[in-house]
């Protein structure tokens, strides 16, 4: 029996597979969620940097913030890195979860992107 954080990896591994193919030289918007906070990067893989970043640990979002953990804090990600990544000149990307099923805190943050501006 495989265990979740075997499982999160077969997915990531698979996901990483399927992006690679409908990438079309867009930037990749990259989540990453822990048991306290959610972090988000928007991630130029053919001049490799990270053209936007945002997460709960944000000092303007922190104060604002009653939990890093839960589908407020990661609509409230989702806003700002939309904000950050339209000011850095990019509006497609495409979102690669990282192995997180499209549920909950992860599926906020993708609605609240792209209710910013992004398209993926």
Known sequence: MLTIKELR???????????????????????????????????DDVAGRTVAAASTLDKDLKSRLKSGANKAAATEVGKLIAERATAAGVKQVVFDRGGYIFHGRIRALADAAREGGLDF
């Open 9 to 43: 990896e077969r997915r990531r591994r698979r996901l990483s597979a399927k992006l690679g193919r409908r990438r079309n030289d867009r930037p990749r918007l990259s989540v990453f969620r822990s048991g306290k906070q959610i972090y988000v990067q928007v991630i």
